[in-house]
């Protein structure tokens, strides 16, 4: 009988020892229970240091599963605001071929259409929902300083958690704000006169809006770097830090007394 | 106390006669019944004829609201054509992205998604019923000849019943090919050679489709011919002629034996 064990493969009462211990954790699945103690099989092979492999070789398993798990997680927000934008210009689209009935006649027809659209906006309302809460998860000081929408747009343009926490602040500081960005740059390449965006998508963020336009500049490169901080921590999954929340409403508070 | 009359305004025991007898007979409304009989009344402005006029006004007056809502119906055919495609590339949008999402992770709300796209997809299907019913109602010639569905897409490319009433056939036989068409045009203006397309919407009938290259342009001249005969028939709201697609299916036999 062959029995695979998380350190390697047991028959005829001996042990051939895995290469990768990680692998053969995984994997370590039998059909039957086992008809002897794989922890003395284990200390055949590892001696005093079982346990101690055992265990650091299940926290790293760990770890990686779970990392696996959350880069998955990046990548479904990406995937629902993408949708959400989708739904979003379908629903505009499909209400306007509503009003378009509408106005010639009220039919069954006419109202089953209404009632899909409205399905349709219900469901906008939960990938909404959603990505708040994966965002609360994989991005929670992102989130803290512009909130889950934005922040889901920035990882959205940015592609991957990962690349949003690699870029510095000055690409933050745009994102979104691409196109004239590169008009401007291209402008200023010919010899001409040009104003580089001072925002992008963070300029959705009240604490920019709000501010006179003099003064939007400063606060929207404050708050770029703040979310490039803030992207570091959340990658390596670093705590939720409300320093960096307050010292961006200290800084809005400031900017608007002046 | 003042009444409103199908034939004038009756005030203190008088009548105003009306100037526009449909007019007034469409809009004589009154809060409160009659204290007098109207026919009384109409005697004394008509004289004996008061029951024909009543009886020649009514039939005027039904006929133009049944026209209107007859043009009405085409108006609605067209627009149900229209949300039936931007139904469908939302459909095809939103395909994509659940198959985005589907990839990435199974979850609650990619199931509600998944389950609206289905519930998109059954409302094209009630569309469609729609769309044909109409069609059968307002143009049962051009239905029996190319079916609903073509006969419904040619009256949205004509924009009006009355419009594709007044095509001639050679129009019509390459509606929906117009691109083509005047791709042609503009280089046979240019003294260079091009093929002039032979079908447009109606290439997607199965006795046109069905037959050998060779065969296809006769085979759309004719069933453009018998098309542009029904849409004039259904304009003037003709009884269905079962010769036309008679006609027509000899000629595919006809055509198909050779």
Redesign the interface.
């Known amino acids: 009988m062959k029995y695979n064990l998380w350190f390697g493969i047991y028959k005829d009462g001996k042990v051939r020892k895995s290469e990768n211990l990680k692998k053969s954790f995984i994997t370590a699945h039998n059909p039957e229970p086992l008809p002897f103690s794989p922890a003395d099989a284990g200390r055949e092979v590892f001696g005093d240091d079982y346990y101690g492999i055992l265990r650091k070789t299940a926290i790293e398993v760990c770890r990686e599963l779970v990392e696996k798990e959350l880069r998955?997680e990046d990548?479904?927000v990406i995937?629902?605001v993408?949708?959400l934008d989708?739904?979003n210009?379908?629903i505009n689209?499909?209400m306007?071929?509503?009003r378009?009935?509408k106005e010639?006649?009220e039919?069954e027809?006419v109202e089953?259409?209404e009632q899909?659209i409205g399905?349709?906006e219900k469901?906008k309302a939960?990938?909404e929902k959603?990505i708040e809460e994966v965002m609360r998860k994989i991005a929670p000081n992102v989130s803290e300083i512009v909130g889950e929408k934005i922040g889901a747009r920035l990882l959205e343009k940015a592609g991957s958690l990962e690349r949003l926490a690699e870029f510095p602040a000055s690409t933050i500081q745009v994102i979104g704000a691409e196109k004239s960005l590169f008009k401007a740059l291209s402008r200023i390449r010919r010899g001409k006169k040009a104003k580089v965006p001072k925002h992008g998508v963070i300029f959705q963020h009240p604490f920019i809006r709000n501010l006179p336009k003099k003064k939007r500049g400063k606060m929207a490169r404050f708050i770029a770097n703040k979310i490039a901080i803030a992207a570091r921590i959340d990658y390596f999954k670093g705590e939720l830090d409300e320093k960096l929340s307050e010292e961006v409403r200290k800084k809005y508070e400031q900017l608007s007394r002046k």
């Open positions: 998955r990548r479904y995937a629902l993408r949708t989708e739904l210009s379908s689209l499909l306007e071929k509503l378009d009935l010639i006649r039919s027809v089953v259409f899909r399905e349709l469901f939960e990938i959603e």
